[in-house]
């Protein structure tokens, strides 16, 4: 298995556990960046661990776990992405009217004068295939390869990707100082 450390296969409760402490915050983030809401984020991760609890039995089928619950993740933030529900109640809420009210909180105001918040705040406004790109490859300092694997696409075309969110952000942190 790939990743960081070496995950314990023999007790399935056991490395249950393990891939949730090497992976959770990771793919919480992960997901986060597709959805702008942690708590929808955290649920997504929630599946995805399910779902890896359920293929206990053929990880030696997965040539690379970590590309495998990267995959999981994404396309589980994709098909909600696309999903009516997400489209009908959470863009639609008054919760997200409230949250772009003019006026921030102090603590959302200290945040957003740090250059780390600004930078962040610059990525989300990134499309969604710009801000995969950047996540998988700066936040989760993936190598191009492991990207096109995870994304099923040409390192090239990952390569451009990253050239053109390089020039967007560049573009979005000189607009917004």
Do not use: H
């Not at 589980?76 to 008054?94: A, M, T």
């Not at 918040?117 to 936040?139: D, F, G, H, N, Q």
């Not at 390192?155 to 573009?171: D, E, M, S, W």
Request: hydrophobic share 40%; glycine share 2%; charged share 30%.
């Amino acid at each position: 298995m790939d990743g960081n450390k070496k995950i314990n296969r023999n007790d399935k409760d056991v490395w249950f556990e393990e891939i949730m402490d090497q992976y959770g915050d990771r793919l919480t983030k992960l997901c986060y960046n597709y959805t702008k809401d942690w708590n929808l984020a955290e649920d997504v991760v929630q599946e995805v661990f399910i779902s890896c609890y359920k293929e206990y039995e053929n990880l030696d089928r997965i040539v690379s776990f970590q590309a495998w619950i990267f995959r999981i993740t994404i396309n589980r933030c994709k098909d909600l992405l696309k999903s009516s529900f997400f489209k009908r109640v959470l863009i639609n809420s008054s919760l997200l009217a409230m949250a772009k009210t003019p006026e921030p909180t102090p603590e959302m105001a200290t945040l957003q004068t740090s250059e780390e918040a600004l930078l962040s705040e610059c990525v989300m406004a990134l499309p969604i295939k710009y801000r995969e790109v950047i996540t998988l490859y700066y936040y989760e300092e993936l190598s191009v390869e492991e990207i096109s694997v995870i994304l099923k696409m040409n390192g090239n075309t990952i390569k451009t990707r990253l050239n053109r969110a390089r020039q967007k952000l560049k573009v979005l942190l000189e607009r917004r100082r």
